[in-house]
């Protein structure tokens, strides 16, 4: 997968249906979101997301992309996420992608880390 597609199925995770997240999520995942239950995995990782708000919008940057082996994706970077009339969310994520068949990759491991300025 090329970073551009990389970029634009991440985003898609952010923004896409409950249905779309489902579909890219893989029930092996792992992940670790800044509210409880924080840690979670398989089924409980996604239908945690997936029933939740979708975001109207979200902005990348800080990016990084890394292949450390044939068919695993690793990407990092700042997310500034968006809803209606909502505030906006900030947190420093990653995630992996394993590739299961030709052009289809799910994610495997998803986290978020909020600003230090989030706490305070």
């Not at 952010?14 to 779309?20: D, I, L």
């Not at 890219?24 to 939740?52: H, K, N, R, Y």
Request: aromatic residues 10%; hydrophobic residues 35%; negative net charge.
């Amino acid at each position: 997968m090329q970073d551009a597609r990389v970029w634009e199925f991440e985003e898609s995770l952010w923004t896409g249906s409950g249905e779309h997240y489902r579909d890219s999520i893989d029930p092996q995942c792992l992940m670790v979101l800044p509210e409880p239950p924080f840690v979670m995995a398989g089924q409980q990782a996604i239908d945690a997301v997936s029933d939740t708000p979708r975001w109207s919008r979200v902005t990348t940057t800080q990016r990084q992309v890394m292949r450390p082996q044939e068919g695993l994706i690793v990407v990092a970077y700042q997310a500034e996420a968006f809803r209606v009339d909502e505030k906006a969310y900030q947190a420093y994520c990653t995630s992996t992608y394993r590739r299961v068949a030709h052009e289809k990759w799910t994610v495997v491991q998803h986290q978020q880390t909020l600003p230090p300025m989030a706490n305070a």
